[in-house]
């Protein structure tokens, strides 16, 4: 057990220092990424474009790597129930 402790202990460094920083992965991810229903375009200036567009207003949207994680950011549309009135809220991922 002890051996495996070691052997993780000196492998988990040595994979997280092989990680790409923030700045490479920004700019691997720039470009059109083709999904099974719908392609995404990443811009180099931070925001995002979804074609065709999907039902409702949550196509596009700006976009960040954080700490090697995709942060994408979008606005929408919902509708109050009790009047009907529509309201804008930002949902951040």
């Known amino acids: 057990?002890?051996?495996v402790f070691v052997i993780v202990a000196l492998i988990v460094p040595a994979i997280a220092m092989a990680l790409p920083d923030d700045t490479t992965l920004s700019?691997?991810?720039?470009?059109?990424?083709h999904g099974p229903r719908h392609d995404t375009q990443y811009r180099?200036?931070?925001?995002?474009i979804m074609d065709p567009p999907d039902e409702g207003d949550n196509t596009r949207g700006k976009w960040q790597i954080k700490h090697g994680r995709l942060i994408e950011?979008?606005?929408v549309i919902g509708f109050d129930d009790r009047r009907g009135n529509q309201?804008?809220?930002r949902k951040d991922f």
């Open 1 to 3: 057990m002890r051996t």
């Open 27 to 33: 700019r691997l991810l720039v470009g059109i990424w």
């Open 44 to 48: 180099a200036d931070g925001t995002w």
């Open 73 to 75: 950011t979008w606005r």
């Open 87 to 89: 309201r804008v809220e």
